[in-house]
């Protein structure tokens, strides 16, 4: 299956690392736990590690999520996903431009953070105009998030309609969410919901992903019709 098709079909809850929000358990075991748990995508967020230390962890990332049949992105370091050969890579509006990381990684999954309805009014007017290089893009912060410093403007769910209307491109929300905002979030027209902490805090991470990706997964389906 290639890559998009993969992400739009499989793709439910999309599990991001904080090493330091796992309660001492680190990115390895977090790893295997979301795996466990029927995640079909991983992104690896790494601000701390000495490059070649990276390096490895992508690598373990990158054998495991194969073994399993999962998507594996990495935040920000184009360089590090090309080296272990994952999937994707995930930027924001300071990193390198997805033009530019198109031009190395012809056939990767470009995901591209939109924290304004000017960014995604943005990127909607390249999708039509044919020069997007974008695969998918994040909305948020959609709630109060501890894992972004210095946010102050939390979007909410009633600005998810609004934001993503204009642009055709899949996207996924992000930010503060709980299993409770599930519901209301699918409601407002999420399909993909990515998260930090309601996992990586979980007692059993395994279990936790499994909830998350039965739940929207079995609503998105009464949604669409499918049985």
Not at 124 to 131: F, K, L, P, R, S
Not at 136 to 157: D, M, W
Not at 167 to 190: N, Q, R, W, Y
Request: proline residues 3%.
């Amino acid at each position: 299956m290639a890559r998009m098709q993969q992400f739009i079909d499989e793709v439910c809850v999309y599990p991001v690392t904080c090493d330091s929000l796992t309660h001492g358990r680190g990115d390895r075991e977090w790893l295997d736990q979301v795996l466990s748990g029927g995640a079909k995508i991983v992104q690896l967020r790494d601000k701390e590690s000495k490059d070649n230390l990276f390096l490895e962890k992508a690598n373990y990332f990158r054998t495991k999520t194969r073994e399993a049949g999962a998507l594996f992105l990495v935040n920000d370091r184009l360089d590090i996903a090309l080296l272990s050969d994952a999937d994707g890579i995930h930027v924001g509006q300071g990193d390198l431009p997805p033009s530019e990381l198109r031009k190395l990684a012809p056939d990767m999954i470009i995901g591209h953070s939109c924290n304004t309805k000017e960014q995604v009014l943005a990127l909607a007017d390249e999708v039509n105009t044919g020069t997007s290089c974008v695969s998918y893009y994040n909305v948020g912060p959609i709630y109060q998030t501890a894992t972004k410093e210095g946010l102050h403007n939390f979007l909410g769910s009633k600005a998810i309609a609004e934001y993503t209307s204009a642009c055709s491109l899949p996207f996924t929300v992000m930010g503060g969410i709980k299993f409770a905002h599930i519901d209301e979030l699918l409601g407002a027209g999420v399909r993909r919901i990515a998260v930090v902490t309601a996992i990586s805090q979980a007692a059993d991470m395994a279990a936790e992903t499994e909830k998350w990706q039965k739940k929207i997964r079995e609503k998105r389906n009464r949604m669409d019709g499918v049985d």
